[in-house]
């Protein structure tokens, strides 16, 4: 019925087979109204550089890229993707964190130089407070969020007390944050 239409069709996603380098196309498919797209097709710059500059044209509202090096991710950028992925660089990049130290859980790159951690605390710091740590001045990252019991806490207070077991979300520069991953081992 078209009540069920009606009521459903937030919730629909829809697949369309089409050449996105064709501006009609879409323009067709309304993608000026679109938060987001993502354009996936890495194997080929020309093609990923038309699409992208399609829906920049098409006032896309964010535009998601991926590349395959770093050549690719500034052509995309020029072009006016928003963000440009290179999704087996980011994987390696965590590969390498995870093994170097076998306390970084999670490793998110947010530059070249920058990234968010996620690495368990060392076993001393239990019953510790944040300020009597000093990690910022100690170890150049700060901590952004702690977890406990399964329970994130993103803005842990300079008095907060560490528990054992709990895992710590840290943000700095690369190199300081593999140190820092080393002394939960």
């Not at 829809?14 to 987001?36: I, K, M, P, Q």
């Not at 995309?76 to 980011?90: C, N, Q, S, Y």
């Not at 700060?142 to 008095?159: C, H, L, Q, T």
Request: charge should be negative.
């Amino acid at each position: 019925s078209s009540e069920l239409v009606q009521r459903a069709e937030p919730h629909v996603t829809c697949a369309v087979v089409g050449d996105a380098r064709d501006e009609d196309v879409l323009r067709s498919l309304g993608v000026g109204n679109y938060d987001c797209a993502i354009v996936g097709i890495g194997s080929d710059l020309a093609t990923s550089v038309i699409v992208t500059l399609n829906l920049k044209e098409l006032k896309v509202g964010k535009i998601i890229s991926k590349a395959t090096d770093e050549v690719q991710k500034r052509a995309l950028e020029k072009v006016g993707a928003d963000r440009v992925l290179i999704p087996e660089r980011e994987m390696g990049v965590k590969l390498a964190q995870s093994l170097s130290s076998s306390s970084v859980l999670d490793f998110i790159e947010l530059s070249k130089d920058y990234g968010i951690a996620e690495t368990t605390m060392p076993e001393t710091w239990a019953g510790q407070t944040l300020r009597g740590l000093n990690v910022r001045a100690k170890y150049g990252v700060n901590i952004i969020a702690i977890k406990e019991s399964g329970k994130f806490n993103v803005s842990p207070g300079p008095d907060d007390v560490l528990k054992e077991g709990t895992i710590l979300v840290v943000l700095g520069q690369t190199d300081q944050l593999s140190k820092f991953g080393k002394l939960g081992k």
